[in-house]
């Protein structure tokens, strides 16, 4: 594996230079200064290059491994900071759901080495199912989510949310979105700092959360809660900005430099933690201006906030509530809220840009498979991956995707319900590693009448072609086991099993139609 440009120079220990940087190779660059011994990720968009950068930096500083799914990851992770070391888990917004019940276990277990969490959302829904809000599953589990706003503050914000995992003693996430992930400046690099393990803390009151442990540990979150707003009262990373006091704008992440841009003189208050707030820096900042506007793509995290403690402030009523934001979008919101004046409406040139929807690429081996599933007449339940393209015209294969590994309970669902057609799965290999094994489980101990189709294409190909178990090759690139499907699957109890090549189509028509 070739090193990558942030990974040159990575064992020099007090290298200093300045780098052009994507915010997910800092984050990654900022995991690696911190001295990061153990990180864990299972790929998805726009998170996928951080652990794909850690895996560039020497093996003898850390271990760097694609999971099998987020929640493992995160499990891996958790399993590291028990034993002492600095670990990170990264994740898309999405994987967090699927983390989310040790995710919200640890938050009262809290950590013994440093532990964080880099989260990418992805507004605008760029390449995800959703465009969730992980700010509000910091807030739901008391974790402290820190926004960096460029590929510096994701490597210094990285840095920090180490040390403040170990101070105190909990989970951090440092969330970052699509524009951030996939936007290169310029960010001054450090060398690596060593932290020793701390060694296993044999307290099994703060580690086994049986009930009688849970509760004092949900006091203990409380009081976390409230040590985190009195730091973050005068931590540097919120920094208020001063300018002219007629209004003043709250923001935080990749919509402070739209800000700036559009109002280089305003008073901003740019938040680099958005949960937990700061009660008194809130209310100063806002005493100190005429009106309030808070600037934050999707969800009025901040601004619900400030009504809760009682302040006025606008918001959502100027600033979309779905979607990315963009300069040109913050300026028509400042426009009608009567701070800026309208700009002159520049001629168009009414020429509508030729949509040109995604397609599987020419010679995909899900082409094939995907006619002779539509020649079956099936129901089919879709996932996940390059395959769910098979939903448009003109496979038209598909007829349901909901999440990663829905497909085997979606269409065991469907067949129960009594599915006039019959009912078939389709499932990639990646994703059938990540959350399908349950539900085939599932189908086959309740005798569900569906046939599955695992599309094992050997890569896990929508997210750029990453390794996973059934590849028989690690992140770094080294051999491993690989997954024997067949065998898997006849030890859950699946007695027909048939291997078919996805590319001899009369084949595919053959047997998809046995399967009726
Ligand atoms: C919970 C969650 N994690 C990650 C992703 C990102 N993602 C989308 S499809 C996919 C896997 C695709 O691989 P595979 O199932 O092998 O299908 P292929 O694209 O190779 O056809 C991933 C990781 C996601 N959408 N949701
Ligand atoms: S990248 Fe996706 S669409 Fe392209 S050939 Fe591979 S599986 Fe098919």
């Given at each position: 594996m070739q090193a990558s440009p942030e990974a040159v120079g990575a064992s020099q220990q007090e290298a200093t230079d300045v780098r052009p940087l994507t915010g997910n190779e800092a984050i990654a660059r900022g995991a690696w200064e911190a001295g990061v011994r153990v990180a864990a990720a299972y790929p998805g968009t726009p998170s996928t290059e951080i652990m794909e950068s850690l895996a560039h930096y020497p093996a003898e500083d850390l271990h760097a491994q694609w999971s099998t799914n987020e929640k493992v990851a995160l499990d891996v992770a958790i399993g590291a900071s028990f034993a002492g070391s600095r670990a990170l888990a990264s994740m898309k917004h999405v994987g967090l759901n699927v983390a989310a019940d040790a995710f919200m276990s640890q938050a009262y277990i809290g950590v013994n080495g440093g532990l964080v969490i880099a989260i990418c959302d992805d507004p605008g829904i760029h390449s995800s199912q959703n465009e969730q809000d992980t700010r509000i599953f910091g807030q739901f589990a008391t974790v402290p989510v820190l926004e960096p706003s460029d590929a510096q503050e994701a490597l210094d914000l990285t840095k920090l949310a180490f040390d403040l995992s170990e101070q105190f003693d909990t989970m951090v996430i440092v969330r970052g979105t699509t524009r951030l992930?996939?936007?290169?400046?310029?960010?001054?690099?450090?060398?690596?700092?060593?932290?020793?393990?701390?060694?296993?803390?044999?307290?099994?009151?703060?580690?086994?959360?049986?009930?009688?442990?849970?509760?004092?540990?949900?006091?203990?979150?409380?009081?976390?809660?409230?040590?985190?707003?009195?730091?973050?009262?005068?931590?540097?990373?919120?920094?208020?900005?001063?300018?002219?006091?007629?209004?003043?704008?709250?923001t935080a992440g990749t919509c402070y430099p739209y800000v700036r841009e559009v109002l280089p003189n305003a008073s901003v208050l740019k938040l680099g933690a958005s949960w937990p707030l700061p009660e008194g820096l809130l209310r100063r900042y806002c005493e100190s201006v005429e009106r309030v506007f808070v600037v934050e793509e999707l969800e009025p995290v901040i601004e619900k906030e400030l009504r809760a403690l009682g302040i006025k402030a606008e918001g959502k009523q100027f600033f979309p509530r779905e979607g990315e934001f963009s300069?040109?979008?913050?300026?028509?919101?400042?426009?009608?809220?009567?701070?800026?004046e309208p700009r002159p409406k520049r001629e168009s040139w009414a020429i509508e840009p030729l949509v040109r929807p995604p397609v599987l690429c020419a010679g995909c081996p899900h082409t094939s498979s995907f006619m002779a599933v539509r020649a079956s007449g099936a129901r089919v339940a879709g996932d996940i991956g390059c395959y769910t393209l098979a939903c448009l015209d003109p496979l038209r294969g598909l007829d349901t995707t909901v999440s990663m590994g829905s497909s085997?309970?979606?269409?065991?669902?469907?067949?129960?319900?009594?599915?006039?057609?019959?009912?078939?799965?389709?499932?990639?290999?990646?994703?059938?590693?990540?959350?399908?094994?349950?539900?085939?489980?599932?189908?086959?101990?309740?005798q569900a009448n569906i046939t599955v189709l695992l599309l094992d294409n050997h890569i896990t190909a929508m997210t750029g072609g990453q390794e996973h178990p059934g590849t028989g090759k690690t992140l770094r690139g080294d051999p491993a086991p690989k997954v024997d499907y067949e065998a898997l699957v006849r030890a859950i109890g699946v007695t027909w099993v048939r291997t078919v090549d996805s590319y001899d189509l009369a084949a595919m028509y053959q047997i998809l139609r046995a399967c009726r």
């Open positions: 992930s996939h936007t290169r400046s310029p960010v001054a690099i450090g060398p690596r700092r060593e932290h020793p393990s701390r060694g296993f803390n044999e307290s099994p009151a703060k580690n086994v959360m049986i009930p009688a442990h849970a509760r004092r540990r949900h006091t203990a979150v409380l009081e976390r809660e409230s040590k985190l707003k009195e730091y973050f009262e005068t931590s540097p990373i919120n920094r208020w900005e001063t300018g002219d006091a007629s209004f003043g704008v709250i300069p040109e979008i913050l300026r028509a919101g400042f426009e009608k809220a009567g701070v800026l085997i309970g979606n269409a065991t669902g469907m067949a129960l319900a009594g599915e006039p057609k019959p009912v078939m799965a389709t499932i990639g290999d990646s994703t059938f590693l990540h959350a399908g094994i349950p539900s085939l489980i599932n189908a086959v101990y309740n």
